[in-house]
């Protein structure tokens, strides 16, 4: 099965594995699975430890961190002009 996993679950299973629901945690631990990124998730990854100083007990920097993910079993997917089109046509969810 192919997961696209967002940058939330992305830093608990590299942070905090720990936090991760059992089912949701064996889920991303099945090596039968394909487990995506979002290059978006990449950059909202460096931002915030750019800004934040998140992680930096994790990593050394935020090039060790992409390294990293490079090198992980997760695989990055682009953004394409398509995704844009969908994401413009997408309504807002103004519910609280």
């Known amino acids: 099965m192919r997961y696209l996993i967002d940058t939330n679950i992305f830093v608990y299973l590299m942070v905090e594995p720990d936090m991760l629901n059992h089912d949701v945690d064996a889920l991303l631990r ?3 699975n394909q487990l995506y990124i979002s290059i978006e998730s ?5 931002v915030a ?12 920097s935020e090039e060790d961190m992409v390294r990293d993910i490079i090198n992980s ?3 990055i ?4 002009p398509e995704h ?3 994401y413009a046509k997408m309504e ?5």
């Open 30 to 32: 099945d090596y039968d």
């Open 84 to 86: 844009l089109l969908t």
């Open 73 to 75: 079993n997760i695989s």
């Open 49 to 60: 430890y750019r800004n934040k100083g998140l992680w930096g007990n994790v990593w050394r």
């Open 92 to 96: 807002i969810n103004n519910e609280q």
């Open 77 to 80: 997917i682009p953004l394409k």
């Open 42 to 46: 990449l950059k909202e990854l460096v």
